[in-house]
């Protein structure tokens, strides 16, 4: 007991270590990554597209272009990276006969948190009011349950592989984007349809996560190689990852055949797209069946009993090395899950894993260490602290915000939520 408790403190101090290796690592990167697009389309109150209205997008720091609505009635304006725009709408460029719904909401102050963000300004009669810190407060809470369903699923798998291995893996994150660009290539390649190239690619993933385990990580256990090598093992595999992606895909962000454009629907002051609406549901099933796999399961008991004790699950008959392998697939499919609903919403970059792994492990760290329901708290926790506190801090630290009160519950509880507390010596 005191052992495996001891394991698990050094465990803990080394992935703290990592984490603040890694943070360095994030802060460095060249804001040309971060470029991203504002854009939506102009409707008439039929659902006809508008042609020719006149959009402006400005910030503070002097950026300003000017585009107009195109035959689909569709528009976009490149932006140089996050932060607070401002959109205006001509009026005097709207068809005669055609008003807003609310004539006072021509210019609104959108946050720009990922690399791409939709405003609409719907028409037709009746009057909504004017954005308030409420309406900011509902639109950017539903953007964090969202961008938190994203951490979840990655961090699920993460946690489940933590688990049963104890390793840190440090290349998780490219999974995430093994799983976007799996997708991209199926749908945009191979034109199948989207759900099948995300099923598809969901499935390649999975296999992927089993491959890497019978190649690499099951042959470092069979040699005895200690967790805190591995850990730097899977660093090293993350980087040559990630080049390997930028050498066939660029540098470039791509975009799905499918939903190259689609317009958003405004449920009350919430801006939400259809595609984001329907991933969102779809990763709630699949934590959902995940959690009851591991609770109900034969194969899923025999992985909670091997994360207890690996000697006594195996004495007890279980194939321990086989069940790792099962949650190596499940906890890869997972994690390329993730990488195809957080690319709906940003695009497919060779960096989009790396860039949210931090906030993976924030989210495993803060629900519990090797708790599949606590990655899943503490990833809700994270995606709407990040995107909520930028109505109080500068958008360039909504993630320094997030791990500042994760830092501050771990202080009052180290195991953290839903963690178990171990006794040290």
């Excluded at 490149?78 to 004539?103: K, M, Q, R």
């Excluded at 385990?213 to 099951?218: F, H, I, M, S």
């Excluded at 006594?312 to 697939?329: D, F, M, P």
């Excluded at 995606?383 to 930028?390: D, E, M």
């Amino acid at each position: 007991m005191i052992t495996q408790s001891r394991q698990r403190s050094l465990s803990l101090l080394t992935i703290a270590v990592s984490l603040l290796a890694a943070l360095s690592i994030v802060f460095a990167i060249p804001s040309h990554a971060e470029d991203g697009a504002i854009s939506g389309t102009m409707n008439d109150p039929e659902g006809n597209p508008v042609v020719g209205v006149v959009f402006n997008v400005s910030n503070a720091e002097g950026f300003n272009e000017t585009t107009e609505s195109g035959t689909d009635g569709s528009w976009s304006v490149a932006v140089p990276g996050s932060g607070s725009y401002t959109v205006a709408l001509d009026v005097g460029t709207l068809p005669e006969g055609i008003t807003l719904t609310n004539p006072d909401r021509t210019t609104l102050t959108v946050t720009l948190l990922s690399n791409q963000k939709t405003v609409q300004f719907p028409t037709g009669e009746g009057s909504t009011g004017g954005e308030s810190t409420l309406d900011r407060l509902l639109q950017l809470t539903v953007d964090g349950l969202v961008f938190g369903l994203v951490i979840a699923l990655a961090g699920v798998g993460l946690s489940m592989i933590f688990g049963t291995t104890g390793l840190t893996n440090f290349a998780h994150g490219e999974l995430v984007t093994f799983g976007a660009i799996a997708t991209l290539i199926l749908n945009n390649f191979f034109e199948l349809p989207f759900v099948l190239a995300a099923a598809g690619a969901m499935l390649i993933s999975g296999l992927f996560g089993a491959l890497q385990d019978k190649v690499l990580w099951l042959q470092l256990r069979r040699k005895g190689v200690s967790l805190i090598a591995m850990l730097v093992v899977s660093i090293g595999l993350g980087i040559f990852l990630r080049y390997v992606y930028l050498f066939f895909l660029g540098g470039s962000t791509r975009q799905f055949n499918s939903f190259s454009g689609q317009a958003g629907i405004a449920i009350g002051p919430v801006d939400i797209t259809p595609k984001i609406i329907i991933g969102s549901a779809v990763a709630i099933l699949a934590i959902l069946i995940t959690l009851l796999w591991l609770g109900f399961s034969r194969t899923g008991k025999a992985s909670r009993a091997i994360a207890d004790n690996p000697a006594l699950a195996s004495a007890s008959g279980i194939n321990v090395e086989r069940v790792i392998n099962v949650v190596w697939t499940v906890g890869a499919a997972l994690a390329g899950l993730a990488g195809v609903l957080y690319a709906l919403s940003i695009g497919v970059s060779w960096l989009m894993g790396f860039q949210i792994l931090l906030l993976v492990f924030a989210a495993v760290i803060l629900g519990g260490l090797g708790t599949t329901v606590g990655a899943l708290v503490g990833a809700l926790i994270v995606g709407v602290l990040i995107q909520v506190s930028t109505l109080f801090i500068p958008t360039e630290l909504k993630v320094v915000g997030a791990l500042l009160i994760m830092i501050v519950i771990l202080l009052v509880r180290p195991q953290g939520l839903l963690g178990r507390s171990e006794r040290v010596g």
